[in-house]
């Protein structure tokens, strides 16, 4: 018989097993985004396991943003390995916020922790700024709370992506995801957005003049007036 790599489930927790084996396949044998897993069919067979079970474990990587299903026949069947990390701690913030397991403090402070350290990456190395102006273009024509909070967004996202580091970038979408309405009641409550539009401008022009110190502390006073009652 053919070794396709896949081993036979023998535990309970059927689906967690397939989990495993999928993860093992990731590790050990280069498999890799864009990469097509079998088909249902095919790795309940090679798996001796239930179509059920396979559908279940399907389900929890699609929801970790690790595959994408594609519904059909023949060689378009199975799931694409993908990687989108910030849809899935996106939701993973939002449910234990909403359950109140993690305070919006804590989610302030580990913000600005990871936000310092972009912006002195960006400053240090020279980061293309254009999308941190684009975003700033944006805050000054937005009309509203909740645009003006889009354009926020991007801003700080842009900070972690000048940074150079994925994983940063992707934390911080998270993190600005799971906040987005409290980040728009905020400035709701603040009305006059002139003050956190000069801070923008002076993170922007500390991160064109490669000051990465002067960029971390006018991150630092940027968050305190955006949430004074949370950030200390």
Known sequence: MEDTGWRPVKRTRTFEDVLAQIE????????????????ERQLAEQLGVSRSSVREAMRVLETLGVVSSQVGRGPDAGAVLTSRPDSALTDLLRLHLG??????REVIDT???????AAAQAATAGADTSALAAALAGMDGARTAEEFVEYDTA??????????NRLIAAIMRSLRDSMRRYSVEAVQRLGDTSVLRA??????????????????????????????????
Not at 202 to 214: P, T
């Open 99 to 104: 359950l109140a397991s993690l305070e919006m």
């Open 155 to 164: 801003f700080h996202c842009a900070i972690a992506d000048a940074s150079g």
């Open 111 to 117: 913000r600005h922790m990871i936000e310092q350290w």
């Open 24 to 39: 093992r396949r990731i590790a050990e044998d280069g498999l890799t985004v864009g990469d097509r897993l079998p088909a």
């Open 199 to 232: 801070d923008h401008v002076r993170i922007l022009e500390a991160i064109e003049r490669g000051e990465a110190g002067e960029a971390t502390e006018a991150v630092s006073e940027h968050l305190a007036h955006a949430y004074p009652s949370l950030f200390r």
